[in-house]
Nanobody, 118 residues
Framework: VQLQASGGGLVQAGGSLKLSCRAS????????MGWFRQAPGKEREFVAS????????TYADSVKGRFTISRDNAKNTIYLQMDNLKPEDTSVYYC????????????WGQGTKVTVSS
């Protein structure tokens, strides 16, 4: 499985960005897909995840109401719509995949950098 993330950039606080992550390889290994982020000097943290059907969506409390995860299985792609961005959202964002909810996140993309200026 290969994951290719894109869509990062520089945006002012209050602005929006949409990240994309395209998966290639065995689809049974990407039944669950999600987004994580890692800010400088901090540990990687969970952002959002979704089941292959688009259901079972989970968000970190810090992004609830501002970020929306979605997936287009026809394109093997998940998205992260980020609205009302804050400077504390500045991070490298990684997409990840796993075969089941009980499985570890075994597949990772290369990361895309998001910078939110105040």
């Amino acid at each position: 499985v290969q994951l290719q993330a894109s869509g990062g950039g520089l945006v002012q606080a209050g602005g929006s960005l949409k990240l994309s992550c395209r998966a290639s390889g065995r689809p049974e290994r990407t039944h669950y897909m999600g987004w994580f982020r890692q800010a400088p000097g901090k540990e990687r943290e969970f952002v959002a995840s979704t089941w292959w059907s688009g259901g079972d969506i989970t968000y970190a409390d810090s992004v609830k109401g501002r970020f929306t995860i979605s997936r287009d299985n026809a394109k093997n792609t998940i998205y992260l719509q980020m609205d009302n961005l804050k400077p504390e959202d500045t991070s490298v964002y990684y997409c990840a995949a796993r075969s089941a909810k009980s499985s570890p996140w075994g597949f990772w993309g290369q990361g895309t950098k998001v910078t939110v200026s105040s």
